[in-house]
């Protein structure tokens, strides 16, 4: 099947091969930043006491799945802030 040659596609404007990320790797990604962004949000919330440290770390939580939980566990995960 043709695309329509309006079509751009990332990787062409990288220059790379193509390539396809199989559906198990693209699920498992997907459920793993949902996962962090939870995890961060509550994290930020109970850290800060404050929803908008919350909607942060979710956002970074679900960019970076992997960075973000490592960098709460290191704070001292869901524990309040010293002041």
Do not use: D
Not at 29 to 53: E, L, T
Not at 65 to 79: F, M, R, S
Request: proline share 7%; glycine share 10%.
């Amino acid at each position: 099947m043709q695309k329509p040659p309006h079509a751009l596609e990332v990787y062409a404007l990288s220059g790379a091969e193509s390539y396809q990320i199989s559906p198990a790797a693209r699920t498992f990604w997907y459920v793993a930043s949902v996962a962090s962004a939870a995890a961060s949000g509550f994290h930020g919330y109970k850290r800060n006491q404050s929803v908008g440290w919350a909607v942060g770390w979710f956002l970074l939580g679900g960019l970076f799945p992997i960075i973000t939980p490592v960098v709460a566990v290191a704070q001292g995960y869901a524990k309040p802030a010293k002041r």
